[in-house]
């Protein structure tokens, strides 16, 4: 069982950045693909971001490539979303995620964590 514990999310004027992490509660998630969702008021949780189990490939929504980058650290354990330029429309609550295919870390992954509130004032 991977648990998965993101960051305090916050409150960020538009244009602004944000970085959000996500800590896995296992060394062995090193073999896991990761990756980050959102889900906006009145919206369906959509793919943002995902990363390999070794860092190697990243994939992004459209909506967040060159603004968002995900990165994990050496160890592999810990899972980042850089999030620059922020937009009020990238207001969400975050959610953590592992799998161990990468093709279903960006669709539908087997790990989720609690989620983590991001609000991008005007």
């Known amino acids: 069982q991977v648990q998965l514990v993101e960051s305090e999310g916050g409150l960020v004027q538009a244009g602004g950045s944000l970085r959000l992490s996500c800590a896995a509660s296992?060394?062995?998630?090193?073999?896991?693909?990761m990756g980050w969702f959102r889900q906006g008021p009145g919206k369906e949780r959509e793919f943002v971001a995902a990363?390999?189990?070794?860092?190697?490939?990243?994939y992004y929504a459209d909506f967040v490539k060159g603004r968002f980058t995900i990165s994990r650290e050496s160890n592999k354990n810990t899972v980042y979303l850089q999030m620059n330029t922020l937009k009020p429309e990238d207001t969400a609550v975050y959610y953590c995620?592992?799998?161990?295919?990468?093709?279903?870390?960006?669709?539908?992954?087997?790990?989720w964590g609690q989620g983590t509130q991001v609000t991008v004032s005007s």
């Open positions: 995620a592992a799998d161990r295919s990468i093709g279903d870390t960006r669709r539908n992954p087997d790990y």
């Open positions: 296992i060394r062995t998630v090193g073999t896991y693909a």
């Open positions: 990363i390999t189990w070794n860092g190697g490939s990243t």
